[in-house]
């Protein structure tokens, strides 16, 4: 893995690109997209030679890091007997791959149904809740994202959604529990789940629990800020959908396999969903892929009554050789034990040092390999280091500091007045102190702009 400058063949990447591809989320004249020469384990770098250390995981999804072997392997053989087949079809890899998230999902989520990523997984959920149900109104939280497609735009509660929401979609948001930025008055982690809990009941009721169909969560929020649950909060949500007949969907897209030290952020509270949506880190985003994993009684609704819906590329066989090959890999090299461990032993301690000598973090919060450090201007107060859904200069301070990351060989996950700790699972402690490293000193310049 060493890098070689090809300036001249990254001037041409970068210019096909400017000419000709449309970036989601970006305003196109105002971009420049790095031009990526190449990639593996923890690691990417440009045609210039410069190597990034990447505490993003792409878009947190390469679980085991870029190009591992075994699964470039897997997708090869693949690719060499059938590239393709359509999803009416029993097919080896598709079986199998079913059958083990099945073995690893809570509970009794036995059916896989396949989808080409994490929206169009949600797209179906609801699709299913609402027949199941017969009931059309959806919750979701604000600070949430589902994802991009049409109702997952809608139940996503963050400011991606404003220009798409239509106030037609069926969705109400509620709060969901984040004690260090409460909208409860809590003042301990028992009292903001008991408050949430109590407001989340009580919209239920004023929306009429005859009308809604489900609630959806992030078992644990990403992109929004990674904000571990209170315990009790989910297994409450659990009580209060039993309590009216409602579908209790958890949306493990960003928080699953492995990402949180388990296989599932499930797990980590004892919790069963009705339905779990994933992609990501199934398949390290090698092929794209998502999934809902249903429940049976779920999946009975649909035994005599046809399922209207599916995609041309449910279940494709290139991407289900990936997943098979990802999870095996997994087992094989302890990745979900190594995301565990680490992160209680290496990632928690580091950070929470890192908070001690610089004034701009608020507060760290995770498990595994999902961190997130809230940057401040002022720890008293809590004020971010820049304003909810800023731009421009506005958001100079956070500009400053994912520049600064950048200068030390770190690639870093910035979202608002947040960074992300989001490694590959499979990280090493040396990479982690390198990235930690570079941490320190991109915070330094966060610091500048603190009170």
Same mark, same amino acid.
């Given at each position: 893995?060493?890098?070689?400058?090809?300036?001249?063949?990254?001037?041409?990447?970068?210019?096909?690109?400017?000419?000709?591809?449309?970036?989601?989320?970006?305003?196109?004249?105002?971009?420049?997209?790095?031009?990526?020469?190449?990639?593996?384990?923890?690691?990417?770098?440009?045609?210039?030679?410069?190597?990034?250390?990447?505490?993003?995981?792409?878009?947190?999804?390469?679980?085991?890091?870029?190009?591992?072997?075994?699964?470039?392997?897997?997708?090869?053989?693949?690719?060499?007997?059938?590239? +393709?087949?359509?999803?009416?079809?029993?097919?080896?890899?598709?079986?199998?791959?079913?059958?083990?998230?099945?073995?690893?999902?809570?509970?009794?989520?036995?059916?896989?149904?396949?989808?080409?990523?994490?929206?169009?997984?949600?797209?179906?959920?609801?699709?299913?809740?609402?027949?199941?149900?017969?009931?059309?109104?959806?919750?979701?939280?604000?600070?949430?994202?589902?994802?991009? +497609?049409?109702?997952?735009?809608?139940?996503?509660?963050?400011?991606?959604?404003?220009?798409?929401?239509?106030?037609?979609?069926?969705?109400?948001?509620?709060?969901?529990?984040?004690?260090?930025?409460?909208?409860?008055?809590?003042?301990?982690?028992?009292?903001?789940?008991?408050?949430?809990?109590?407001?989340?009941? +009580?919209?239920?009721?004023?929306?009429?629990?005859?009308?809604?169909?489900?609630?959806?969560?992030?078992?644990?929020?990403?992109?929004?800020?990674?904000?571990?649950?209170?315990?009790?909060?989910?297994?409450? /949500?659990?009580?209060?959908?039993?309590?009216?007949?409602?579908?209790? /969907?958890?949306?493990?897209?960003?928080?699953?396999?492995?990402?949180?030290?388990?296989?599932?952020?499930?797990?980590?509270?004892?919790?069963?969903?009705?339905?779990?949506?994933?992609?990501?880190?199934?398949?390290?985003?090698?092929?794209?892929?998502?999934?809902?994993?249903?429940?049976?009684?779920?999946?009975?609704?649909?035994?005599?009554?046809?399922?209207?819906?599916?995609?041309?590329?449910?279940?494709?066989?290139?991407?289900?050789?990936?997943?098979?090959?990802?999870?095996?890999?997994?087992?094989?090299?302890?990745?979900?034990?190594?995301?565990?461990?680490?992160?209680?032993?290496?990632?928690?301690?580091?950070?929470?040092?890192?908070?001690?000598?610089?004034?701009?973090?608020?507060?760290?919060?995770?498990?595994?390999?999902?961190?997130?450090?809230?940057?401040?201007?002022?720890?008293?107060?809590?004020?971010?280091?820049?304003?909810?859904?800023?731009?421009?200069?506005?958001?100079?301070?956070?500009?400053?500091?994912?520049?600064?990351?950048?200068?030390?060989?770190?690639?870093?996950?910035?979202?608002?007045?947040?960074?992300?700790?989001?490694?590959?699972?499979?990280?090493?402690?040396?990479?982690?102190?390198?990235?930690?490293?570079?941490?320190?000193?991109?915070?330094?310049?966060?610091?500048?702009?603190?009170?």
């Amino acid at each position: 893995m060493t890098p070689q400058p090809l300036p001249q063949a990254g001037a041409v990447v970068k210019a096909d690109d400017r000419a000709h591809v449309f970036h989601s989320w970006s305003a196109q004249d105002l971009i420049d997209p790095p031009a990526v020469a190449g990639a593996e384990g923890s690691y990417f770098w440009d045609y210039d030679g410069r190597r990034y250390l990447d505490f993003t995981s792409g878009l947190v999804f390469t679980n085991i890091g870029y190009q591992h072997p075994k699964v470039v392997a897997a997708i090869q053989e693949q690719a060499g007997r059938m590239t +393709t087949f359509a999803p009416a079809f029993a097919v080896a890899a598709r079986s199998e791959a079913a059958r083990l998230i099945a073995e690893r999902t809570p509970g009794d989520l036995d059916k896989i149904f396949f989808t080409n990523g994490g929206a169009d997984a949600i797209e179906h959920a609801l699709r299913m809740a609402r027949l199941h149900t017969g009931r059309a109104k959806v919750l979701s939280a604000y600070r949430s994202y589902h994802g991009g +497609t049409q109702q997952a735009i809608n139940l996503t509660g963050d400011p991606r959604r404003w220009a798409s929401d239509g106030a037609a979609a069926g969705v109400v948001h509620f709060w969901a529990p984040f004690l260090y930025r409460s909208r409860f008055y809590a003042e301990t982690e028992e009292q903001e789940a008991a408050r949430a809990l109590e407001h989340l009941e +009580t919209t239920i009721a004023f929306e009429g629990p005859g009308t809604i169909a489900a609630i959806v969560l992030e078992s644990i929020p990403g992109t929004a800020g990674i904000m571990v649950p209170p315990a009790g909060y989910l297994a409450g /949500v659990r009580e209060i959908c039993d309590k009216y007949g409602i579908v209790f /969907v958890l949306d493990e897209v960003m928080a699953g396999f492995g990402r949180t030290g388990e296989w599932f952020a499930a797990d980590l509270f004892g919790v069963v969903p009705d339905l779990m949506t994933f992609a990501k880190g199934v398949n390290s985003g090698y092929v794209p892929l998502g999934g809902v994993a249903i429940s049976q009684e779920i999946a009975a609704t649909f035994g005599k009554r046809p399922y209207p819906g599916g995609l041309t590329y449910s279940g494709h066989p290139l991407a289900c050789a990936a997943a098979v090959a990802t999870i095996n890999v997994m087992e094989e090299e302890g990745v979900v034990e190594n995301a565990r461990r680490l992160g209680a032993d290496v990632v928690g301690p580091a950070l929470a040092a890192l908070a001690e000598r610089h004034p701009s973090v608020g507060e760290v919060r995770g498990t595994g390999m999902f961190w997130a450090l809230d940057l401040v201007r002022n720890r008293e107060t809590r004020e971010p280091l820049v304003p909810y859904n800023a731009a421009g200069e506005a958001n100079a301070p956070m500009a400053a500091f994912g520049a600064a990351a950048k200068q030390h060989g770190l690639w870093p996950f910035v979202n608002m007045n947040r960074t992300h700790v989001v490694p590959p699972c499979n990280v090493s402690e040396a990479e982690l102190k390198e990235g930690f490293a570079a941490l320190d000193a991109a915070l330094s310049v966060a610091d500048e702009y603190t009170v």
